[in-house]
Nanobody, 119 residues
Framework: QVQLVESGGGLVQAGGSLRLSCAASRSPFSISDIGWYRQAPGKQRELVASISSDGSRIYVDPVKGRFTISRDNRENAVYLQMNSLKPEDTAVYYC?????????????WGQGTQVTVSS
């Protein structure tokens, strides 16, 4: 069973930075696509950034130029560097790992890490 463990969340003032980490175990990490999602209170979970198995990156408009997603296939880890944080970035951040094997899609979520940005 794939396990994803997020860390690095916390409380930070607006304009500050945080680096989230997601450690994956028991997964074919190098062939997996990884995404960071967030869910604010009363809102739906939304994609923040993703990185594919070939290193292609996608960012949603609100975080472009402020957030950077990266991966380390040797460490089976993915990171989200968040700079110039804003109060509207406050949410629980989740790591998602997905891959295709034997004609099926496999999809896993971490437990989430809270990010709170104070104004």
């Amino acid at each position: 069973q794939v396990q994803l463990v997020e860390s690095g969340g916390g409380l930070v003032q607006a304009g500050g930075s945080l680096r989230l980490s997601c450690a994956a175990s028991r997964s074919p990490f190098s062939i997996s696509d990884i995404g960071w999602y967030r869910q604010a209170p009363g809102k739906q979970r939304e994609l923040v950034a993703s990185i594919s198995s070939d290193g292609s990156r996608i960012y949603v408009d609100p975080v472009k130029g402020r957030f950077t997603i990266s991966r380390d296939n040797r460490e089976n880890a993915v990171y989200l560097q968040m700079n110039s944080l804003k109060p509207e970035d406050t949410a629980v951040y989740y790591c998602n790992l997905s891959y295709r094997m034997f004609g099926k899609k496999f999809d896993y979520w971490g437990q989430g890490t809270q990010v709170t940005v104070s104004s």
